[in-house]
């Protein structure tokens, strides 16, 4: 167990709806980030936040928002979804600076029908 | 933007055997290279990771070799075993940036 927790596990959607993904950090990581894994390709970056605040930003998509709150949960929104969204979205949390290691959350399993 | 190259995709062993999965990064201020095992359906998890400062650095069967100049580095597993089937990912990272992965590597330990 890396510390790192996501919700739900699994959700299955029609397409044009919208999701929320939740993560939560290991305790007292300041940095998460999410990341899209699909069936024919690797890990792919979308998002860093850092205490609050947009850090870097990868290949995410103008459909797809995220944001981390106060107490550092963070929440990726994705709209007006699409078949090709299907994927495996997972979220990892680092302490930020020096403390780089990124320990990565169980993911969340998105199927858009 | 930093740009990770893995190789091979794929990699079939026999239990006992060596393996070893190299990768290529093009960013020159990258400093710091994990490597993660990823088993079907669950999370990549860290296996080993190095700084830009150290050279090679080992734990138990599994080692990490890096080259500054070649921009390159490489995980070598030892005597493996099939509980080491998994795929694996090497990344890259300059200080403070976001990790870049590499494709990934199937490997297969077969009995």
């Known amino acids: 167990d890396s510390g790192v927790t996501q919700t739900p596990k699994h959700l299955i959607t029609a397409t044009g709806q919208r999701v929320t993904l939740r993560c939560s950090p290991r305790?007292?990581?300041?940095?998460v980030y999410w990341y899209q894994q699909s069936l024919d390709q690797g890990l792919q970056f979308l998002i860093q936040?850092?205490?609050?605040?947009?850090?870097a930003k990868g290949n995410i998509l103008e459909r797809f928002s995220a944001q981390q709150f106060p107490d550092l949960h963070s929440e990726l929104n994705l709209s007006s979804l699409e078949l090709g969204d299907s994927a495996l979205y997972f979220c990892?949390?680092?302490?930020?600076?020096?403390?780089?290691?990124?320990?990565f959350g169980p993911g969340t399993r998105l199927l858009v029908l | 933007g930093e740009n990770v190259e893995q190789h091979p995709s794929t990699l079939s062993v026999q239990e006992g055997d060596s393996a070893v999965i190299k990768c290529t990064y093009s960013d020159s201020a990258s400093n710091y290279f994990p490597w993660y095992k990823q088993e079907l359906g669950k999370r990549p998890q860290l296996i080993i990771d190095?700084?830009?400062?150290?050279g090679e650095k080992k734990d138990q069967r599994i080692a990490v070799t890096l080259n500054k100049t070649a921009k390159h580095f490489s995980l070598h597993i030892t005597e493996t075993q099939p509980e080491d089937s998994a795929v694996y990912f090497c990344a890259a990272r300059a200080r403070y940036g976001k990790l870049t992965f590499g494709q990934g590597t199937i490997l297969t330990v077969h009995p």
């Open positions: 936040y850092y205490n609050g605040e947009e850090r």
């Open positions: 990892a949390s680092s302490g930020g600076g020096a403390r780089e290691t990124q320990y």
């Open positions: 190095i700084r830009s400062n150290v």
């Open positions: 305790s007292g990581d300041l940095s």
